[in-house]
């Protein structure tokens, strides 16, 4: 069955250290992956897309990767602020035209 | 970026009654919109895509006479919790695609509505 697998458990950092948040994912081939930070109440909001031939992606503070072979995405946040503190989602594109999300993975930045 | 807006951002309700719940692109205009579903800790749930003009489409086991979905312009889409139960109860949430299309492409979410039935 398919599968997206995110970290249930919320990663404790320190300020000023690097968060990194995993995305597995099962039975997909994506053409590409989306990285959403979620807070809490609120809707999703886009930070970052990448591509299949793509390995790397970076937007300010955040870096994705995206290794189809190992079928993983990481998402790093450099430098982390007490404001990063969110849940962070991420979703693939599928075959049959729909975004898939996983269940999320939460931050806490501790100052 | 666009901005998406629904209205109401939270209701109450009897069991057995109905609500309507509006979703609005105020920038640009949106064939398709997309309504999610989103149970706590959980994993946001596509329930349908609302089609300016034309019937939505449902996702499979999401009943489409318990969720009506209408998209009468371009920028609005309501979808309606009929004879809702407490198992209804959720955080609902629209959105639509930079191209005003499919939903594969970067979303633009609205800001949730959460639904609790009595």
Known sequence: SQKIEQNSEALNIQEGKTATLTCNYTNYSPAYLQWYRQDPGRGPVFLLLIRENEKEKRKERLKVTFDTTLKQSLFHITASQPADSATYLCALAHGNNRLAFGKGNQVVVIP | ?118
């Open chain 2, 1 to 118: 970026g666009a901005v998406v807006s629904q209205h109401p951002s939270w209701v109450i309700c009897k069991s057995g009654t109905s609500v309507k719940i509006e979703c609005r692109s105020l920038d640009f205009q949106a064939t398709t919109m997309f309504w999610y579903r989103q149970f706590p800790k959980q994993s946001l749930m596509l329930m349908a895509t609302s089609n300016e003009g034309s019937k939505a489409t449902y996702e499979q086991g999401v009943e489409k006479d318990k969720f009506l979905i209408n998209h009468a312009s371009l920028t609005l889409s309501t979808l309606t919790v009929t004879s809702a139960h407490p198992e209804d109860s959720s955080f609902y949430i629209c959105s639509t695609g930079t191209s005003g299309r499919t939903s594969t492409d970067t979303q633009y979410f609205g800001p949730g509505t959460r639904l609790t039935v009595l």
